[in-house]
């Protein structure tokens, strides 16, 4: 079986402007040269530039929350995949719920975009989930797996194994109420069996599929145990350098 890097992302939200990231930084980068874990950070688009310059020669990375499909053109207030590249960041985080929620982000944009993301070279960071109504329906697997499909219209195999998956529950984000292990478990683990499905098992085994909703340094080693959950993608507590280096050194 292929090993897959445990990737740790932290998605920092319209949180942490240019002198807060900078520090951040300061004091994170001294903190994690030494893990073997991949660590990415998604500051908002006015803290990249500095972010970029500041990760040169280190072990951490860069990625942005979001970006439009276009190179460029008549898009006010987007930002293109060509001018992520050019930072540079290496990956971007897709269809986060709070962008379908409140940016009406649909499955077709989301295709859309990861598309571009790949032909750009840029790895996307695809986020899933259900709401709470949908999970005490008793449809989280039947929703989840309907975004997957979606999301992957098109794609060739060889495109899909460069895609991060991410799985967070709505009702799990920023509420304190982490789902546990095993549920977590369930719903990325059929993620990895509908992606065999629909491609093959090679390309099943060598996509990341990241949890997220409420990570925190008490809960990750519980949620790595599990067999498909390659990672996490983590809000709040990717915000301060002491809890996400907690995270990201799960392992030690
Ligand atoms: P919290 O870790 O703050 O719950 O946020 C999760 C999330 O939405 C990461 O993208």
């Not at 719920?97 to 649909?106: L, N």
């Not at 529950?169 to 369930?186: F, L, M, N, R, V």
């Not at 599929?209 to 990672?231: C, F, H, Q, T, W």
């Amino acid at each position: 079986m292929m090993s897959r890097i445990p990737l740790m992302a932290g998605n920092w939200k319209m949180n942490n402007d240019k002198r807060e990231t900078l520090d951040f930084l300061s004091s994170f980068l001294p903190k994690v040269k030494e893990l073997t874990v991949e660590i990415v950070i998604c500051p908002p688009f006015t803290s990249l530039y500095a972010a970029a310059e500041k990760l040169v020669g280190t072990n951490v990375k860069l990625g942005a929350q979001n970006m439009h499909w276009e190179e460029k053109g008549a898009f006010t207030g987007e930002v293109s995949p060509l001018m992520l590249k050019e930072l540079p960041c290496d990956y971007v985080i897709i269809g986060h719920s709070e962008r379908r929620q409140y940016f009406a982000e649909t499955d077709e944009t989301v295709n859309n975009k990861i598309k571009s993301a790949l032909k750009h070279e840029l790895a996307p960071i695809v986020c899933v989930g259900e709401t709470l109504e949908q999970r005490e329906e008793g449809i989280t697997i039947d929703f989840v797996m309907g975004q997957v499909e979606k999301a992957l219209k098109g794609i060739e195999a060889e495109e899909a194994k460069k895609i991060v998956f991410a799985y967070e529950p709505i009702w799990a984000i920023g509420t304190g109420k982490t789902a546990s292990a095993a549920d977590a478990q369930e719903v990325i683990g059929a993620i990895r069996n509908k992606i065999s499905e629909l491609y093959n098992k090679e390309v099943a085994e060598a996509v990341r599929i990241l949890y997220g909703g409420s990570v925190k340094p008490e809960n990750i080693k519980e949620l790595m145990a599990e067999a498909d959950i390659d990672g996490a993608l983590v809000g709040g507590a990717s915000l301060k350098a002491e809890s996400f280096y907690a995270i990201c050194s799960f392992n030690l």
